[in-house]
């Protein structure tokens, strides 16, 4: 599959986005904050991804390499993206499937990815 335009946000709808993302392409992560998020990741280049709303509803949360920022709603506190460098060193974000607008996450096929043990 190729990537698809999608559009999401959070819960309250104050944060919204339009990204184009591959959901073919998707992990889930086991680390100390996805494992407890149940976060589907879909990754996308920075220039792929458009905030429409809310950068003012944004706060920021930074563990562990503290290279990550997550990204989440100070009104419902859902975590729907979070920016990041990714391995060949371009600007990505990484958006959580979960909060994209008509995506069942129960149709995906996350790869497993051990971020416990980095």
């Given amino acids: 599959m190729t990537a698809k ?39 996308a280049p920075a220039s792929a991804f ?3 709303s809310g950068d003012d509803a944004l706060t920021e949360y930074r563990f562990h390499s503290h290279h990550v920022r997550h990204l989440f709603c100070k009104v419902c506190g859902i975590q ?3 920016r990041g460098i990714g391995p060949d ?3 990505t974000v990484a958006i959580n499937a979960r909060c ?6 129960d149709a995906l ?8 043990s980095r």
């Avoid at 919204?16 to 494992?35: H, Q, V, Y």
């Fill in 109 to 116: 096929t996350p790869e497993k990815f051990d971020g416990r």
């Fill in 5 to 43: 335009p999608y559009a999401g946000g959070c819960q309250c709808g104050a944060v919204r986005f339009e990204a184009t993302a591959d959901l073919d392409s998707t992990i889930s992560c086991n680390c100390s904050r996805c494992g407890r998020l149940g976060s589907i990741l879909a990754f």
């Fill in 80 to 82: 729907s993206f979070a």
């Fill in 89 to 91: 060193g371009t600007e």
């Fill in 50 to 52: 458009t905030l429409l």
């Fill in 100 to 105: 994209l607008d008509g995506v069942d996450p």
